[in-house]
């Protein structure tokens, strides 16, 4: 199984700052099966980016994801108060896992 | 529109089974693989399994194996998962999630609303 290590745990920022999340992977990613989710309080995880850089239906292109192999990124541009969440990332391929989680608060 | 939606809060006691029921409807069923996901409480996500409802297989992660069972009614285009042998770390929502597209290994683009189980004497 791939263990992912999302960093970092926490993020504040400030509305219109951006947000750089990183995932990390125990072995490299096969077909950069690589996506990511948000979860707000209460709510089911909404899917992000897959791919590792496409984004799902009605997903502003404020979110842009990248990397390959071991490392990749989820980029937020220009933040905003309702991106407050948890962020996963997740490989989807065989066995699939899921990263630890990144929180990202708006200040 | 495609739609999830998942039968309602259980409480169990240690030891007992709970299932699952993941109704769905608004794409072909037969088509797209559905995963189990669950989330403890301030925890993470974790994968349980999937299910292809075209034959009924399924493959489960390694921690859940022999305690989980994934079933599925093509008539009723619904999906079950059955967890037995319930202990307090049980105590999770437990969710279904579909494929953003055809094929095994998709990520989840359609997620139920989530079921919470509660494990306790």
């Known amino acids: 199984e791939i263990v992912l290590t999302q960093s970092p745990g926490t993020l504040s920022l400030s509305p219109g700052e951006r947000a750089t999340l990183s995932c990390r992977a125990s072995?490299?990613?096969?077909?950069?099966?690589v996506a990511w989710y948000q979860q707000r309080p209460g709510q089911a995880p909404r899917l992000l980016i897959y791919g590792p850089s496409n984004r799902a239906t009605g997903i502003p292109d404020r979110f842009r994801g990248s990397g390959s192999g071991t490392d990749f990124t989820l980029t937020l541009s220009r933040l905003e108060p309702e991106d407050s969440a948890v962020y996963y990332c997740?490989?989807?391929?065989?066995?699939?896992?899921f990263g630890g989680g990144t929180k990202v608060e708006i200040k | 529109q495609v739609q999830l939606v998942q039968s309602g809060a259980e409480v169990k006691k240690p030891g007992a089974s709970v299932k699952v029921t993941c109704k769905t409807s608004g794409y072909i069923f037969s088509n797209y693989y559905i995963h189990w996901v669950r989330q403890a409480p301030g925890q993470g996500l974790e994968w349980m399994g999937l299910?292809?409802?075209?034959?009924?297989?399924?493959t489960y992660a390694q921690r859940f194996q022999g305690r989980v069972t994934l079933t599925r009614d093509t008539s009723a285009t619904t999906v079950y998962m059955e967890l037995s042998s319930l202990r307090s770390e049980d105590t999770a929502v437990y969710y279904c999630?579909?494929?953003?597209?055809?094929?095994?290994?998709?990520?989840?683009?359609?997620w139920g609303q989530g079921t919470l189980v509660t494990v306790s004497a």
């Open positions: 072995q490299s990613v096969s077909g950069n099966a």
């Open positions: 299910i292809n409802p075209s034959d009924g297989s399924a």
């Open positions: 997740q490989h989807y391929g065989r066995s699939p896992s």
């Open positions: 999630a579909r494929g953003v597209l055809t094929g095994y290994y998709q990520p989840s683009g359609y």
